[in-house]
């Protein structure tokens, strides 16, 4: 799979967000659709092993996998309710959260804000990501989502590790205004010419 097409897939799940509460969270049951499961019986069995994993990683259950329900359509304009999960985004601030720490517009990638490092290593997880598609020839964005989400995980773990704590990184200076700047310096260096 071509990085383009990881591209495609993460701006996708990053659509499908939601800040409920001032938290970023997904609905399960739009998830299920966007990592290609045709059964719920099957989707929520992912689920639970990421239940698992989150009370292994010492979070409760509860903050991360609230269950919900949401009304749908059934046909000829009537309605059902049904089970559903919200999913958070674990071990990670919500976008908008992650705005207001940085200073960043609402109108602005937050990609313009964050710190050289963040950016590397967000490079470094998709990178693996796509050597690791091609190596082991993954198909379809279930399991290519997968392989991104343990990457993006193994990367914050060595981060943590060696005590860089992502979230805590100061903002890095505005993309805008370093490229007003050089364009600035660049005209008063051909000006004395």
């Known amino acids: 799979m071509k990085s383009e097409e990881i591209k495609v897939l993460f701006a996708q799940f990053e659509n499908a967000s939601v800040e409920v509460e001032g938290v970023e969270c997904w609905s399960a049951r ?24 989150c009370l292994n ?41 992650l705005k207001r720490k940085l200073g960043a517009p609402n109108n602005r990638p ?30 379809g964005a279930a399991p290519i989502e997968t392989e991104h989400v343990d990457n993006n995980a193994a990367v914050r773990k060595m981060l943590l590790e060696r005590g860089i704590v992502p979230e805590q990184l100061p903002p890095a200076e505005d993309i805008k205004k370093v490229e007003r700047k050089i364009k600035s310096d660049e005209k008063k260096a051909l000006a004395n010419i």
């Open 110 to 139: 937050v990609a313009d804000f964050l710190h050289t490092v963040n950016l590397q290593a967000k490079d470094l997880a998709s990178g693996m990501t796509s050597v690791n598609v091609q190596a082991k020839d993954l198909k």
């Open 30 to 53: 739009e998830l299920q659709e966007l990592l290609g499961y045709s059964k719920w019986e099957n989707f929520s069995k992912v689920v639970e092993k990421a239940k698992e994993s």
């Open 57 to 97: 990683a010492g979070q409760k259950i509860g903050d991360h996998f609230p269950d919900v329900r949401k009304m749908v359509e059934i046909g000829s304009g009537a309605e059902k309710e049904i089970n559903d999960i919200l999913l958070t985004a674990l071990f990670h601030l919500s976008t908008a959260t």
